[in-house]
């Protein structure tokens, strides 16, 4: 398994091969816009350091996911927020811990509903949504494609 942060080699040798980063955030303010610059950092690595192609539109909802689990995160769970970025073959996932036992629930589609489209737009994105619940808290899994969509 290789770090994002790894020189050694360039992509991805084979389907069981995975690069991943992980990066623990305080909660307070900023936490949602540095863990947005992780994610792309992290993208960013995968293209460079490891030569691997990944669709233009897939970095924007990258940015976007962990944008809005990390806000749910800091709106609703006290205290510091974990983020794992993990890709395997063709696919990211996305994980993050928080320290609420609350498990998230989407709303809902209601046109005239101001916020609170998080989740929908983060169930829309991704191929798998998962929760589990921590001694701790929850840890929230998605699953992304890196390929554009066809």
Do not use: W
Request: hydrophobic fraction near 40%; include cysteine.
């Amino acid at each position: 398994m290789k770090s994002a942060g790894d020189d050694q080699g360039s992509g991805l040798n084979g389907p069981g091969d995975a690069v991943k980063a992980s990066r623990a955030f305080d909660g307070a303010s900023g936490s949602i816009a540095a863990a947005r610059h992780f994610a792309t950092g992290f993208v960013a690595q995968l293209r460079g350091s490891h030569g691997i192609t990944v669709a233009r539109d897939v970095v924007g909802a990258v940015q976007l996911v962990v944008s809005e689990l990390v806000t749910n995160a800091c709106k609703y769970a006290p205290g510091p927020t974990l983020v794992d970025l993990e890709l395997t073959g063709r696919t990211l996932e996305i994980t993050v811990t928080d320290s609420s036992p609350v498990q998230p629930m989407a709303q809902e589609a209601e046109p005239g509903r101001v916020g609170q489209h998080g989740l929908e737009i983060v169930m829309a994105l991704c191929d798998g949504f998962e929760v589990q619940r921590r001694p701790f808290g929850k840890r929230i899994r998605v699953r992304l494609p890196i390929a554009a969509a066809a």
